[in-house]
């Protein structure tokens, strides 16, 4: 929540987030680059070149992987929402080791041609047999995800998201996914066919099965919960005193919005059940200091009226409620975003 | 129910949630060292080859399909009558330097490359790395047909089969090898069974040339290929027909 854009704004957490992370990919290239080699029996040596190529595409891979568990791990478990708060810089940090990656290969398995061919024309007309699966050139699933991930880190950054408007952005973002899909394919037609071990594949198969096996198993448990036909009506929403104070009830509309039904003391309000900043689940998140705050960046609204307090900007839209009795009936028609509206109170009648 | 701890990024992490992030941090940090660890030391062995040293050597050059070096005098680690092929330094061939100089006594200079029966030589850079010996009489070579065979093997590029890389072979290796071969390496192919002796052979079209081009989309498969193979010196020509390839299970 800035109206100034400065490149990264830091703080404890997130330096103790970038720790771990630095630490699991350090510990994983040095296993790889500097211990294990002592360990292989081979009558001769693999290329440390080739070698580093393989431990920096690996650990990008397996970057990749963690990153895209987070998303699902904590829909299922709030406890994992510490883990999406900083996992920009995560992504970042990843699309590094995957450009040093391609960098080591490009400069070996594509370097030292005469006549000279660039490096990555090299990539692209070495290996033109795309009509086969075995001898496939699995470098352009490389290629590509190589290039999402860095278009990807270069838009990390807030200003991007305001730039882009959050849906364009969110659906530039889901990229990831193909280019996950792609490294599988990369690792499967590639690397994976001259191996004698089976536990690169073994790896490789359980990465990518926790990943989409995750996804699903958070999509089963969101499904939305029946929703009410009618577009105008008034809809029942159970009663006031089941909410906990500072917290919300998730209602999902019959256009596929979903409001949160915030009750702040003996007061309730509703507001957009998606953050302006990265469609958070504000329901998901805690009124504190009398906004309702995102679970995922911290981003903060006033339950009344859905703007942030100043001097940030952000605005999601409110809704109506209605108190009869001790149920609550909510307006399914969203008003524009800011606009302040008073809250319902138990007891008021 | 419980009051569970509600972590806000900017804020300190509240203590109720201290030990389960802790325990994950941990958890992400022994599963990287766990996966770098298996995936390093399960790496398939990239088999034999490897540099010989430098080699200087005289001998009885051949341009078709692809310069080599019939060896009249040899060094320790190649001894005369062994067949040598050649390449430039980096991913080429020296078909243009060799051009004219077929049948001539050539003195080849540069670091040698072996793997088995397989030797070749990087010669260096302009005279020094191949010249022809002036008024030396190049000695016959001994031609003979040993008829038409079906082989299973690999395509390979000689020079990173011999082990100017490490792997050198191999689908991940693949457009590597290519870029060896669009550059004019010479192309070999390695039989699942010996021929005549022999696990190698130099790869060359029905007339007995360069087929570089049609082989490209076939290179590091196990593949069936048929031709007639002859023995030139001591080094055997498969003289295959790219029609007859067959890319196998
Ligand atoms: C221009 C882009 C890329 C090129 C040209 C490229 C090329 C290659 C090549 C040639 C290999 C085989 C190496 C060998 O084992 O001999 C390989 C392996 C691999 N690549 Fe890439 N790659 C690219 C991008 C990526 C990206 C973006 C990722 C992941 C995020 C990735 C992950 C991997 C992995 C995990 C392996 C297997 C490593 C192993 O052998 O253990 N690559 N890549
Ligand atoms: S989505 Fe980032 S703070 Fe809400």
Known sequence: MSVKYVPVQWNTNKWIYDA????????????????????????????????????????????????????????????????????????????????????????????????????????????????????????????????????????????????????????????????????????ALGALQDQTHPALAALTLVAATLVAGLHGWAAIRERAPARAGQTTDLMPIGPADTIADGRARVIALASGERVAVFRDKDAFSAISNACAHQNGPLGEGRIIDGCVTCPWHGFQYRVTDGCSPAPFTEKVPTYRLELRGKELFLDPRPNPPGTALDPVRLGQM | MAEKPFFVGYLSVPPGLRAFLAVSALCLVALFAFVGWTVATTQADPMPGGFSGRQTLTGVLSVDPYPWVHVTTGSDAIPAGRPVLLSAPGKSGVAPRAAGLDGQVVEISGGGLRRGDLDLVQVRGGARGLSPVEGASAPALRHQDLGRWRLTGEICDGKCYAGAMSPGTGLAHRACANLCLIGGVPPVFVSTKPVDGEAFLLLANADGLAVTEQLLDHVALRVELEGRIERRGNLLVFRAAPETLRVLP
């Not at chain 1, 904590?74 to 990843?94: K, S």
């Open chain 1, 20 to 187: 771990v992370v630095i630490l699991a990919a350090g510990l994983f290239l040095w296993l790889f680059i500097a211990v294990a080699p002592g360990f292989l029996d081979h009558e001769r040596p693999i290329t440390p070149l080739m070698n580093r190529a393989r431990a920096f595409g690996m650990c990008a891979f397996l970057m990749l992987t963690a990153i895209l568990c987070i998303g699902p791990l904590a829909r299922l478990d709030p406890r994992f929402l510490p883990l999406l708060y900083n996992r920009r810089h995560f992504g970042v940090l990843t699309s590094l080791v995957a450009l040093a990656h391609a960098g080591l290969i490009l400069d070996w398995y594509y370097g030292f041609t005469a006549p000279r061919i660039a490096k990555l024309e090299g990539v692209l007309i070495a290996n033109q047999s795309y009509a086969q699966l075995l001898g496939f050139p699995f470098e352009l699933f490389g290629l590509f995800a190589l290039t999402v991930l860095l278009i990807l880190a270069a838009t990390s950054h807030d200003f991007w998201l305001k730039f882009l408007t959050p849906p364009v952005w969110k659906r530039l973002h889901f990229l990831i996914y193909a280019a996950y899909a792609a490294v599988v394919a990369h690792i």
